[in-house]
T-cell receptor, first 117, second 115 residues
Framework: GAVVSQHPSRVICKSGTSVKIECRSLDFQATTMFWYRQFPKKSLMLMATSNEGSKATYEQGVEKDKFLINHASLTLSTLTVTSAHPEDSSFYIC?????????????FGQGTRLTVV | AQKITQTQPGMFVQEKEAVTLDCTYDTSDPSYGLFWYKQPSSGEMIFLIYQGSYDQQNATEGRYSLNFQKARKSANLVISASQLGDSAMYFCAMREVYNTDKLIFGTGTRLQVFP
């Protein structure tokens, strides 16, 4: 199956700093990528839809100035957590699919565990 | 309203036995797709099985099968011959025709397989 690579897998940062997470589709072009956040023992919550060459579409309640998304190419989307605070600590995971056909599975990155101290 | 509901926060099953993980969904779209993913403790999301709303037969993939009851809006995952490696979180997800790129997830069920 298609491969989506997410980097870094773990990051610890100080409160007030910014952290960038990368999501790459390695063997296909992903016009759309998705960013999810997952709290411990909870479900995946869709944060935003990242579209190549245009602004991301954020879900209700997600601060767009806090979580900056850039989809600079068909194979790369980045999520930057700006001015991180301890409550931003979470598991962030991206996904991509190479079509809008109903039965196209979403391929997920390995996830990034962010800890803000 | 919840689009995807998984009512079992945790399930236990003995090795080699079958287990059913429940999933109900809510949509007014005539065309939609239902997915099951497995998430081990490492965090990766592993695709297991897909069922389309117009599919006449229940989907099967190896030891996984989907008990699709359209009128009841349920899409339960059946794992046969459970293995210790099946211990993980399992998520049901849905994609709707008017929004074919979004996957919406349920709250998940933690399955533990014991010897």
């Amino acid at each position: 199956g298609a491969v989506v690579s997410q980097h870094p897998s773990r990051v610890i940062c100080k409160s007030g700093t910014s952290v960038k997470i990368e999501c790459r589709s390695l063997d296909f072009q992903a016009t759309t990528m998705f960013w999810y956040r997952q709290f411990p023992k909870k479900s995946l919550m869709l944060m935003a839809t990242s579209n190549e060459g245009s602004k991301a579409t954020y879900e209700q309640g997600v601060e767009k100035d806090k979580f900056l998304i850039n989809h600079a190419s068909l194979t790369l989307s980045t999520l930057t957590v700006t001015s991180a605070h301890p409550e931003d600590s979470s598991f962030y995971i991206c996904s991509a699919s190479y079509g809008e056909v109903m039965n196209t599975e979403a391929f997920f990155g390995q996830g990034t565990r962010l800890t803000v101290v | 309203a919840q689009k995807i509901t998984q009512t079992q926060p945790g399930m236990f099953v003995q090795e080699k036995e079958a287990v059913t993980l429940d999933c109900t969904y809510d949509t007014s779209d005539p065309s939609y797709g239902l997915f099951w993913y497995k998430q081990p403790s490492s965090g990766e999301m592993i695709f297991l099985i897909y069922q389309g709303s117009y599919d006449q037969q229940n989907a099967t993939e190896g030891r996984y099968s989907l008990n699709f009851q359209k009128a009841r809006k349920s899409a339960n995952l059946v794992i046969s011959a459970s293995q210790l490696g099946d211990s993980a979180m399992y998520f049901c997800a849905m994609r709707e025709v008017y929004n074919t790129d979004k996957l919406i997830f349920g709250t998940g069920t933690r399955l533990q397989v014991f010897p």
